[in-house]
């Protein structure tokens, strides 16, 4: 499967173009987030920083399509947001966003390897992808794993359960890797982890 070259014009737009965002949490609550304008350019990083309850998690769930804002615009990847309907979102979300949960919404009753699997089941383009990289999804959720430090046989076969919170925030983030989404949400991925393995 070979990817479209986006046009000359088009090659440097923004990955993330924001404008006039403003978000409450119900009709009658205050507005909590309020940003008049974000660019972030193709292959830029950037860190967020604020303190606790400042917005930064909904900054994020707005930039996945999770949640949706009462005023302005959300462009990710060219694509606006607000003009897809609740099942595009999801789609949208799987196809293109890798993310990396605060609390890691690992499923527990599945194994290390089929946790990072999930994106392959719900994104056709991220399993292609992942099988273009190793030709096998198992393969390549090892790779992935294995940068972590995580490839280990005998951590494999416990549940996720039974891992320690920094072996699950690294499980974490190689199923947000899987199938390499062209945007990565992360939502603090190193705070169980210690300085060297961040």
Do not use: C
Request: aromatic content about 4%.
């Amino acid at each position: 499967m070979k990817a479209a070259t986006p046009a000359p014009d088009q090659a440097q737009a923004p990955v993330i173009a924001i404008r006039d965002l403003a978000f409450r949490w119900g009709p009658e609550s205050p507005v909590v987030l309020a940003l008049d304008a974000l660019d972030v350019a193709p292959g830029e990083s950037v860190f967020i920083e604020g303190p606790s309850g400042s917005g930064k998690s909904t900054l994020l769930s707005l930039l996945a399509a999770v949640a949706r804002p009462v005023n302005g615009q959300v462009r990710v990847l060219g694509q606006d947001l607000e003009g897809l309907s609740p099942m595009g979102r999801d789609r949208f979300r799987a196809d293109h966003v890798g993310y990396i949960f605060q609390m890691f919404n690992l499923i527990p009753y599945l194994s290390m390897v089929e946790n990072v699997l999930l994106p392959a089941r719900f994104s056709r383009r991220r399993r292609d992808r992942a099988l273009v990289r190793t030709g096998s999804l198992e393969a390549e959720a090892l790779r992935l794993l294995g940068h972590l430090d995580m490839d280990d046989p005998e951590l494999r076969a416990r549940p996720v359960t039974d891992l320690s919170v920094g072996q699950q925030q690294r499980v974490a983030a190689a199923r947000a890797l899987l199938g390499s989404p062209a945007l990565l949400i992360a939502d603090e991925p190193t705070s169980a982890l210690d300085a060297d393995r961040r």
